[in-house]
């Protein structure tokens, strides 16, 4: 078994499990992260080796300080894969590759899943349906959008994950206020049109571009009505065999393909709008979802995406036959909440189903899983007027846009 040299990037903490997973299958993993994060409970066990970055920034400075660094390291150590760990990796994984002719995901290939923009016009240009949108680089072309669609419309960033920074707006003249706003930030923003529907995450592995691995959840409540709402968050498995599943699986396919998915996790969103119900492509990402969806698709399935895509990217490093997990078929859900106490007691919360309890400050959240698709819809109800009540809390939006 050859023992290879994996450089992991994590400027938030995560991706403890894949460097214990990619450690205990015989590799050397390096983590590069941000300086303030050294101090953070990373598997130290796992890791031989930390490389630190003054600012998780991807400036053009950044960047270049970045490659001399670890041009530096590189002549006493070898790099065999690198691997982006989150959304704000993936240009500085994707770099890196290109610059020390490293196998795996290229610039261009990495921005169909960190750019919004590059996404919708990829989709577009395959055949695959998206919200109607709009570049903001030219002002006729904005106009004539604005005129041709139907409002409200979603004024998002490009680069950034979840729903940071998005806005709504409800009349030409409220989105071109917006618009300018943003200054010389414009052109990392896009347009769309919004439109009410139920929302989808697809959470899967790929090996060769194809998915080995792949689960189906619905959003009760979008991580956007929660930003911008308020609300509390949740999110439950969808069965694995209906035809819901199966479209979202047709889509899921479609759209990885499309983008050049080779081999890794990704999460995708996927909306049935009310209007036509037809599914549209929202957005993807190659990472393991966030927000602990990992483990609510852990308790359902009985997989361990982390641990799973280690594996994944050790075997084919390794040119050795990867094979995927087999589902335990279990229905689980997920409710998360910011909560007014520093930290909640959960000891509250004693049914049999629980598989997960947060712990984080200022947060409550649980995981639960069932055979019983209809138990664990009853329970999250019940949490989410338990929370309402008890715990529940809500944070004021940013006004300001990012870059």
């Not at 590069?32 to 003054?54: S, V």
């Not at 109607?132 to 490009?158: G, M, N, Y």
């Not at 999110?235 to 983008?259: G, M, S």
């Not at 598989?355 to 409550?364: G, P, Q």
Request: proline share 5%; aromatic share 10%.
């Amino acid at each position: 078994m050859s023992q290879l040299s994996f450089l992991c990037i994590a400027t938030f903490l995560k991706g403890q499990d894949f460097m214990k997973a990619c450690k205990e299958l015989g590799n050397t993993v390096y983590l590069l992260t941000d300086q303030k994060l050294a101090n953070e409970n990373w598997p130290r066990e796992a890791i031989d080796e930390f490389f630190f970055l003054p600012s998780p920034s991807n400036s053009p400075d950044d960047l270049e300080q970045m490659i001399v660094g670890l041009a530096h390291a590189m002549r006493s150590r070898k790099i065999d894969r690198v691997v982006a760990l989150d959304d704000f990796d993936v240009e500085k994984g994707a770099l890196i590759r290109e610059t020390f002719r490293i196998d795996g995901m290229g610039q261009t290939t990495a921005r169909y899943f960190r750019d919004k923009l590059a996404m919708r016009t990829r989709a577009f240009a395959a055949g695959i349906r998206v919200p109607a949108f709009s570049s903001l680089f030219h002002d006729e072309t904005v106009t004539a959008f604005l005129q041709t669609t139907e409002s409200p419309w979603l004024i998002k960033p490009r680069s950034e994950a979840s729903t940071t920074g998005i806005r709504k707006v409800h009349s030409l003249e409220e989105a071109w206020s917006a618009i300018h706003l943003l200054g010389d930030l414009r052109h990392h923003y896009l347009i769309e049109e919004f439109k009410p529907g139920k929302v989808y995450h697809v959470d899967a592995l790929s090996v060769d571009g194809k998915a080995v691995f792949t689960r189906v959840s619905q959003y009760l409540a979008t991580p956007m009505e929660v930003a911008h709402g308020g609300g509390v968050f949740r999110t439950r498995t969808l069965p694995l065999d209906t035809p819901e599943t199966d479209a979202l699986h047709q889509i899921n396919d479609q759209v990885l393909e499309a983008f050049g998915m080779r081999y890794s996790a990704s999460h995708s969103e996927y909306i049935r709008g009310d209007h036509d119900g037809e599914l549209y492509f929202l957005e993807t990402a190659s990472r393991v979802g966030g927000a602990h969806i990992a483990e609510m698709v852990e308790a359902a399935s009985g997989v361990n995406l982390w641990r799973e895509w280690a594996k994944l990217e050790v075997a084919v490093a390794r040119k050795e036959h990867y094979v995927p997990p087999v589902d335990t078929e279990k229905y689980a859900g997920l409710i998360v909440s910011l909560a007014r106490q520093q930290w909640p007691d959960l000891s509250v919360f004693t049914e049999p189903e629980i598989f997960w309890r947060i712990n984080r400050e200022y947060h409550v959240g649980l995981i639960v899983n069932s055979p019983d698709r209809d138990r664990v819809l009853t329970l999250l109800d019940e949490y989410m007027h338990r929370i309402y009540a008890e715990f529940h809390a809500s944070a004021p939006l940013p006004d300001k846009p990012t870059s």
